[in-house]
């Protein structure tokens, strides 16, 4: 494979030209279109077969353990964030997917992302739509594709499909509802500095509910009882890698959050009070008292900070509004105890790659920070 860098885009020209193709690359959140150049459409990991040679590469993994088709790690680190945790058997599945790695000088760009659908370890499902090349087959994945130094963002909106109807399509392509374990898989291509391109690999494990169409929901993550996994990822720069960080300065009653610009140029923007979140054992719990204010102003200068005052109430939020409680912000109080709080910001302005696809914002979090209940 031959490869070459102008204006840092990488072109990579596979052994033969056979067709040719639009395919849409994703690095840090920005689409970007590159003319892909002789793509096989069947990969090592596609059905042998000739007579199913009009599947993609990925239903080749259909019936199969997934410890012998799907390497449990690889050369990069693969997060999710906002991942949804129920898709309509229609529907797509949604998440911010992130492609990191230990090494700070590491650039490349982002082939694509596959689904592998599980049930008692064997794959049962996987990604409607085109194949994504394995790393070891890159070569043979041609085109013009920008670089931009890891971590990369790739916002992924896939659809299911069985493996029912693989390999004579006579079974349902419809994905049964129930729940999965669903394993997120990137290939990425790497530049090393005066090195050749490199194909990576890196994996993410999470599970996912397919209901009825209409019956999917969108996960909030400060939503009552959700994991604080979201959160946690929200307030990392490997996960999200807005040029914002929080920190959630706890004095008693009183909170203040501190938004800091991590990034390397100054920020503009405007944000509300933060909604603050009260959790225990990685479980939200409380709080979930927030403002819907837009307007205060966030300029801050590299490296500057400003300052947020915000408030939660110490209610069991599961009870809050409920039964006695019907029409009224309160709840069950909390048992006194150890626990601690995250805050989440959205913040508006030019510069900031929304958190989604389909709407504006930037969402950062910050914490944990330890709270006592007396």
């Known amino acids: 494979m031959e490869s070459g860098v102008e204006d840092d885009v990488v072109i990579v020209q596979p052994p033969q030209r056979s067709a040719r193709r639009l395919v849409a690359v994703v690095v840090a959140g920005v689409a970007i279109m590159a003319v892909v150049v002789a793509v096989p459409f069947l990969l ?113 909106s896939l659809g299911l499909a069985s493996c029912d109807q693989y390999p004579n399509g006579n079974g349902s392509p419809e994905v049964a509802p129930g729940t999965y374990d669903l394993v997120v898989s990137q290939t990425v291509g790497l530049l090393p500095d005066g090195g050749s391109v490199a194909g990576a690999w ?9 209901v009825a169409d209409g019956e999917a929901v969108v996960q909030d993550p400060t939503a009552c009882g959700a994991s604080t996994d979201d959160l946690e990822m929200l307030a990392s720069q490997e996960g999200n890698p807005a040029p914002l960080g929080l920190e959630v300065l706890s004095g008693g009653d009183e909170l203040v959050v501190r938004a800091t610009n991590t990034g390397t140029g100054a920020i ?61 912000g309160d709840g069950d109080p909390l048992p006194a105890g150890e626990y601690e709080v995250w805050a ?31």
Do not use: K
């Open 268 to 328: 503009a923007a405007t944000t509300g009070h933060p909604t603050v979140v009260i959790a225990r054992d990685g479980v939200i719990v409380g709080g979930l008292d927030g403002h819907d204010d837009i307007g205060l102003a966030a300029d801050l200068p590299v490296g500057g900070h400003a300052d947020y005052d915000a408030t939660t109430n110490a209610f069991d939020c599961a009870t809050i509004g409920v039964g006695e409680y019907a029409n009224t």
């Open 202 to 210: 890196g994996v993410a494990v999470t599970t996912v509910t397919v």
């Open 344 to 374: 989440v910001m959205t913040f508006f302005g030019d510069g900031l790659t929304p958190t989604h696809a389909d709407r504006p914002g930037t969402l950062v979090a910050g914490g944990p920070a330890p709270f006592t209940i007396d």
């Open 44 to 156: 090592a990991n596609g059905p042998s077969a000739a007579g199913q040679a009009d599947w993609p590469g990925q239903f080749g993994r259909c019936g199969e353990l997934v410890a012998d088709v799907i390497p449990a790690d690889g050369e990069i680190d693969v997060s999710l964030l906002d991942a949804s945790t129920s898709v309509g058997v229609h529907g797509q599945w949604t998440a911010a997917v992130t492609a990191s790695s230990a090494d700070a000088a590491a650039q490349g760009w982002v082939y694509g992302t596959d689904l592998t659908l599980v049930r008692d370890g064997v794959v049962v499902g996987v990604q409607d739509g085109p194949q994504v090349p394995q790393p070891e087959h890159v070569q043979e994945w041609g085109g013009d594709y920008a670089v931009a130094p890891l971590p990369l963002v790739s916002d992924v």
